[in-house]
């Protein structure tokens, strides 16, 4: 079992471009969380996807955006990239209605520059 | 003020050693307490859930909570260099809400 896979592992990104972050869950789960880590800090919820809509959102601005496919891998798009982006972002899978059991991924640590 | 709060440390401790790692918060509806521990360059891998309040044991880990005083612990027992890492707490109100995390308090285990 491969567990929770993130890809990209790095990227660097300019101020205004958008970037496109992928998540594949761990098997047998069916819903993913994505969370942002700035450095220094506790990971933070962005949103939330089971059956393909967003379930849950916290709070972060709509250049914040997502899908999940019919595989249950999961794709978190941000445009208009602003310096404060710059973070390490997680993708956590798991059962609907087991957060409490998640799995994270390695994450992808994005710098905008 | 935050709903987790959590020393960021860091903390070093001598091989051995029984390290005791703490979180505070304020919301009264968090059910579920959870502790994850973080390598550098790594994502957060669960140690430990525990529900409401009390005691549970894995190994050389025990989690407590206490609800009365909204905080939880977690103890490490003969303490590792290997288990040098952040360690982040994060609680929920139920398995379908999200988790909201510690800042992380970072322990180094000096061998």
């Known amino acids: 079992d491969a567990g929770v896979t993130q890809s990209p592992t790095h990227l660097i990104k300019t101020r205004g471009q958008q970037v496109t972050l992928r998540c594949s869950p761990k098997s047998g789960h069916d819903t993913v969380s994505w969370y942002q880590q700035a450095l220094g800090q506790g990971p933070q919820f962005i949103f939330q996807y089971y059956e393909e809509e967003e379930r849950q959102r916290g709070n972060f601005p709509d250049r914040f955006s997502g899908h999940q496919f019919p595989n249950y891998s999961s794709e978190l798009n941000v445009n208009a990239l602003l310096l404060g982006d710059s973070a390490l972002y997680l993708c956590?899978?798991?059962?609907?209605?087991?957060?409490?059991?998640?799995?994270f991924g390695q994450g992808t640590r994005l710098t905008v520059v | 003020q935050k709903e987790v709060e959590q020393d960021p440390g860091p903390l070093s401790v001598p091989e051995g050693a029984i390290v005791s790692l703490n979180c505070t918060y304020s919301n009264s509806a968090f059910q579920y307490f959870m502790w994850y521990r973080q390598y550098s360059r790594k994502g957060p891998e669960l140690l430990m859930y525990t529900y409401s309040s009390g005691n549970k044991e894995d190994g050389r880990f025990t989690a407590q909570v206490d609800k009365s005083s909204k905080y939880i612990s977690l103890f490490i027992r003969d303490s590792q260099p290997s288990d040098s890492a952040t360690y982040l707490c994060?609680?929920?109100?139920?398995?379908?809400?999200?988790?909201?995390f510690g800042k992380g308090t970072r322990l180094s285990v000096i061998a």
């Open positions: 956590a899978s798991s059962l609907a209605g087991r957060n409490t059991e998640a799995f």
């Open positions: 994060a609680m929920t109100r139920s398995g379908n809400t999200p988790l909201v």
